[in-house]
């Protein structure tokens, strides 16, 4: 593991969750150790980050790393310098690896090979049920006391009410959440895409927005019955965004993600049927990533979440019903959310960072303001370019980006983890 | 840019019309004594059916023999698929022995659309998911036309194409092709037989439209799909969506019966079609040799049919 370093970034816009101020920033052993208008260069190196903006790092609530089990797909090393190059200082890694994160031992291995690497914090979820398969809680004390603190059956939502009733009403006392992958199996059996006019023109099995709406309707009710929180994954549609609305109107312990494809891809990409547009849940329509742009930028929806699902080509390339669904997402989060979301910086990197440190428990070393004290977990984006994915420069093992050839707008340059600059110049160092 | 023949919307209006010609042309060949021509001597046509069919393969391999193609056919049975190997691997391995054209008929919607991004030989699409079945969409539109003595212009015809719509490849692609030549198409199905939206006039009522069309077009009703809750089991199905007795005599005596084939009799068909003066069933079969040889030879044809 490389050494922290003594770094002073100069000449840098800082943008936190107090607002934004032209402060140089001094870090030490790990943590920001002074800020301020013109500091002077000690022994430590001065970084020029002149038009560039200074944040607290990011956060993604939803990164499959495919370690244990899938590592032509992906490995804890190679999704964490993703990671790192898209900016994020933490990522959750959900449960649906193989075998499954649904007990201590394959959690803890999780754990310590994210810090081994050392590349950002690797923070397990841990599954619901046992296998995901939906009938058996998984120890959540025991897994708690190992650091987990979202759990969820991603891949799959919890079909049986009674089930995530009890699982609510147990997770409540122990002060961890569970997030839900909103779908009602019943309705998108053999699924290819969302359900509507492209699909049925294209005669693929469709994947209806009320699948969603009504997990989603149903958890922030079973949220109201027993008080406990509900973290909502991956929201796609205009109705789910409503509920939710409704259900933070109300005071309710409900927060919610989107991710970047749903607001930058309509349901029409699958026209070409290219599998790379192949996601679950679907993209949608225009009119449900308006909705979805609409509730990140009000608020309703807490905060952006990658999704990042890598799958080899080999996966890929074949027929679209046997083909796995996801797509990418860690190292274009930023440039996507730019290009689609118009906001101020402090919103967007909010969306990127303290909302979602506070969902994932990590807000103690995460998403921080930039201020004495505090963990040097940063991340430095150079606001102005505009920027194409090459996909053989993707730190991912595997290629399944649907950016390829689409500009973004504003690219990650260093990241901080931990006080160790991980990525320098849009490089990772290691 | 390679030339394909994968959907009636990619090859539009003005490739259907030539291509409608050229059947016709194809038709006349195919009643010489002596059926096979040059044109396509040299090119190697592959067939890669990786879901069942009889008709369809053999239609495309002697369209193909007439014309003097090599031909190869790899249906799935056979194919090292089942052993592990991708689609794409297929197709790759297959492509480099030198193939002009592939013929692809897959259970999935869009395979054909990947094939072409895996190979630079023509494809064209012998049927597709629920998605297309541009050949089928082109006999039937040829063999309507044949019949009625009419031009490439459809204007005033009125189309019932009854039964499984949301299913069926065959469905989209003739409503296409006819909707595309001028037709007045009206589907005749219950709800859960229709795609999720559409944008083509539709009832459940096939006896308010069966005294009226000029073509009666029966869809092919899988028996699994009964009694598997999309719709019930039984002869409801066949009471209120095949063609019986009383329906076959209330058919107009210029109207045709049109089947893709193959039919499920005592489900959707309770008469015996060959007993109808309106019935193309067979026409359509004698049809698919020369659409299919009119495709193959637009894709890869150069000069004229003859020597």
């Not at chain 1, 990671?83 to 449960?95: I, K, W």
């Not at chain 1, 799959?156 to 009403?169: I, K, P, T, Y």
């Not at chain 2, 009471?239 to 209330?250: I, Y």
């Amino acid at each position: 593991m490389m050494n922290k370093e003594a770094v002073l970034f100069a000449g840098g816009l800082v943008v936190d969750e107090s607002g934004e101020r032209h402060f140089d920033v001094r870090v030490r052993d790990g943590l920001v150790v002074e800020t301020g208008s013109d500091l002077a260069a000690g022994d430590e190196e001065r970084v020029d980050i002149s038009g560039c903006i200074l944040a607290p790092g990011f956060v993604d609530l939803h990164t499959h790393l495919r370690e244990p089990g899938m590592p032509e797909a992906e490995t804890i090393e190679t999704g964490s310098r993703a990671a790192a190059l898209g900016g994020y200082t933490a990522v959750v890694a959900m449960p649906n690896t193989d075998p499954t994160q649904d007990c201590v031992e394959v959690v803890e291995f999780v754990s310590k090979r994210g810090r081994e690497i050392g590349l950002c914090d690797v923070r397990p979820s841990g599954s619901i049920t046992i296998g995901r398969a939906g009938a058996q809680l998984t120890p959540f004390a025991d897994l708690a006391a190992v650091g987990v603190h979202l759990f969820t059956d991603d891949g799959s939502g919890v079909q049986d009410e009674g089930l995530m009733r009890r699982a609510l009403e147990y997770a409540g006392e122990l002060g961890v959440v569970l997030a839900q992958h909103c779908e009602v199996a019943s309705l998108t059996a053999g699924a290819v895409m969302h359900e509507g006019e492209c699909c049925s023109h294209l005669g693929l099995p469709g994947w209806p927005a009320l699948a969603e709406e009504l997990m989603v309707h149903r958890d922030i009710e079973l949220s109201r019955l027993t008080g406990s929180p509900v973290h909502l994954l991956h929201l796609s549609t205009a109705r789910s965004v409503e509920l939710v609305r409704g259900a933070k109107a109300d005071g309710l312990p409900v927060t919610a993600e989107a991710t970047p494809h749903h607001i930058s891809l309509t349901d029409e990409r699958l026209s070409s049927f290219d599998t790379r547009y192949k996601v679950n849940p679907p993209l949608r329509t225009m009119a449900d990533i308006e909705a979805v742009t609409a509730g990140l930028l009000d608020g309703t929806i807490d905060a952006i979440a990658t999704d990042h699902a890598p799958h080899p080509s080999a996966a890929k390339d074949r027929p679209l019903d046997e083909a796995p669904p996801g797509m990418l997402g860690l190292e274009t989060a930023l440039g996507v959310a730019r290009a689609h979301l118009d906001c101020s910086w402090q919103h967007l990197i909010g969306a990127l960072s303290w909302r979602p440190a506070r969902i994932a428990g990590l807000s103690d070393r995460h998403g921080r303001p930039v201020s004495e004290g505090e963990s040097a977990n940063l991340v430095v984006i150079d606001p102005d370019p505009d920027w194409q994915v090459d996909p053989s420069a993707l730190a991912s093992r595997s290629r399944n980006t649907p950016y390829i050839g689409v500009d973004l707008k504003s690219r990650v340059r260093h990241t901080m983890f931990e006080g160790r600059m991980v990525v320098r110049d849009g490089v990772a160092t290691a | 840019m390679t030339l394909h023949f994968r959907s009636i919307e990619e090859v539009g209006t003005e490739r259907i019309r030539r291509l409608l010609d050229l059947t016709e042309h194809m038709a006349a060949v195919g009643r010489r004594p002596n059926p096979k021509v040059p044109a396509l001597r040299g090119k190697t046509v592959c067939n890669l059916f990786f879901e069942d069919s009889t008709r369809t393969r053999m239609s495309f391999d002697l369209a193909a023999k007439r014309l003097s193609a090599d031909t190869m056919t790899l249906a799935v049975s056979s194919s090292s698929v089942n052993k592990g190997e991708s689609l794409r691997d297929t197709v790759e391995t297959l492509d480099a022995m030198g193939v002009d054209a592939f013929v692809v008929r897959h259970r999935t919607s869009g395979v054909p659309w990947q094939v072409a991004s895996w190979t630079p030989a023509a494809v064209v699409n012998a049927g597709d998911g629920w998605h297309a079945h541009p050949t089928q969409a082109l006999l039937d539109a040829y063999t309507i036309r044949h019949r009625r003595g009419l031009t490439n212009d459809f204007g005033g015809l009125k189309v019932a194409i009854v039964g499984d719509i949301r299913h069926s490849r065959v469905a989209r692609s003739t409503t296409e092709i006819l909707q595309l030549l001028g037709a007045e198409v009206i589907h005749v199905a219950p709800r859960t037989l229709l795609p999720p939206t559409s944008d083509v006039v539709t009832t459940t009522h096939l006896d308010d439209v069966v005294g009226e069309v000029d073509v009666l077009y029966m869809l092919r009703m899988q028996r699994e799909r009964m009694g598997a809750g999309i719709v019930p089991d039984g002869g409801e199905y066949s009471r209120r969506f095949a063609l019986d007795e009383r329906r076959a005599a209330a058919l107009r005596s210029d109207a045709l019966l049109m089947h893709p084939g193959p039919m499920n009799r005592g489900v959707e068909m309770m008469v015996d079609p060959t007993e109808l003066q309106q019935s193309t069933i067979l026409d359509q079969v004698t049809n698919g040799i020369a659409a299919r040889m009119a495709v193959l030879f637009d894709l890869l044809g150069s000069g004229g049919i003859e020597e």
